[in-house]
């Protein structure tokens, strides 16, 4: 079973901070998502990463592959109330398992105070 | 990106009964899933849906209680079968598009009394 850990499960911050969420395995995944989900809604792909060491930027957001496929950041840079949703990590494959199925972390609910 | 629409967005259902969800993709797709969303938490796959075969159910999921149909490429349904108040979650389709994108229907949110 391939794990994803996430962290934190919840932050609460106020506008304009900076915010660093991790999702952290010992599997190798072939490519990693994040997701940002809101209530009543499923989830909207934001990014995908596949080349270990990758780094994509989006807005404010920074997304961070890590060397060895194992492990993957967002940053958010000075937060908005907008930004406020689930955010969840998700891999998909790796050796000896589907490369087409997803397995996803358990999200971190981000709350951004105005 | 493929546009889902899934349907019904909720229900409330008496226990013992069986509720179908549909799951209409604007695109031909190979790949389609079936998640759970419990309160609170993440997503969980329950099965991968395949046309012209039996679905792929994961572990803790079996076709009694979740049987799917797929008949052609743009089109899915998930039953919950004999539905107790444990059943009561988020529904989710989920299809696989170019890039490895995966794109989401907007869930069925089930109430079970």
């Known amino acids: 079973t391939q794990l994803l850990e996430q962290s934190p499960q919840f932050l609460s911050i106020q506008e304009g901070e900076n915010l660093t969420v991790y999702c952290n395995s010992s599997?190798?995944?072939?490519?990693l998502q994040w997701y940002r989900q809101e209530p009543g809604e499923g989830p909207v792909l934001l990014v995908t990463v596949v080349t270990g060491g990758e780094v994509k930027k989006l807005k404010r957001l920074t997304f961070q592959f890590g060397d060895a496929r194992k492990d993957s950041s967002l940053h958010i840079t000075a937060a908005q109330p907008g930004d406020t949703g689930l955010y969840l990590c998700?891999?998909?494959?790796?050796?000896?398992?589907?490369?087409?199925?997803?397995?996803f972390g358990k999200g971190t609910l981000l709350t951004v105070n105005p | 990106s493929a546009v889902i629409s899934q349907k019904p967005s909720r229900d409330i259902c008496q226990r013992g009964t069986s509720l179908t969800i549909q799951c209409q993709v604007d695109?031909?797709?190979?790949?389609m899933f079936w998640y759970r969303q419990q309160p609170g938490q993440s997503l969980t796959l329950i099965a991968t849906a395949n046309q012209g075969s039996e679905a792929t159910y994961e572990s803790g999921f079996v076709i009694d209680k979740f049987p799917i149909s797929r008949p052609n490429l743009t089109f899915s349904t998930l039953t919950v079968s004999n539905m107790s108040p444990e059943d009561s979650s988020i529904y989710l389709c989920?299809?696989?598009?170019?890039?490895?994108?995966?794109?989401f229907g907007s869930g069925t949110r089930l109430t079970v009394v």
């Open positions: 989920s299809v696989r598009g170019a890039g490895e994108s995966y794109t």
């Open positions: 695109s031909q797709v190979t790949m």
């Open positions: 599997s190798v995944f072939s490519s």
């Open positions: 998700a891999g998909a494959g790796n050796s000896g398992g589907s490369n087409y199925k997803l397995t």
